[in-house]
């Protein structure tokens, strides 16, 4: 079983800055991605970004050149780094990791909110 404890959520202005932290409790040796996903009200759980262990990223287009995501395999902790905040950024963030055999866990999510 892996747990993955978030933290970093919160309520920011338009325009603002927010980090969030994913900590697995899982060695980095048998994770293959670790990554966010969010979840406004009303729609789909939606992807934002993800890396590999050897560190390859991927982004939804709608957070490219604004978030970024990092990894530290040491701590088995993954960041997403997100800058200039709009409204339509509102949602519950989720941390994932899927496993070298292709089990996939999920976060409790961490609720942020812009405020326009």
């Known amino acids: 079983q892996v747990q993955l404890v978030e933290s970093g959520g919160g309520l920011v202005q338009a325009g603002g800055s927010l980090r969030l932290s994913c900590a697995a409790s899982r060695s980095s040796f048998s994770i293959s991605t670790m990554g966010w996903y969010r979840q406004a009200p009303g729609k789909q759980r939606e992807l934002v970004a993800t890396?590999?262990?050897?560190?390859?990223?991927n982004y939804a287009d709608s957070v490219k050149g604004r978030f970024t995501i990092s990894g530290d395999n040491a701590k088995n902790t993954v960041y997403l780094q997100m800058n200039s905040l709009k409204p339509d950024d509102t949602a519950v963030y989720y941390c994932?990791?899927?496993?070298?055999?292709?089990?996939?866990?999920w976060g409790q999510g961490t609720q942020v909110t812009v405020s326009s």
């Open positions: 994932s990791l899927v496993t070298r055999v292709g089990f996939t866990y």
């Open positions: 890396i590999t262990r050897g560190g390859s990223t």
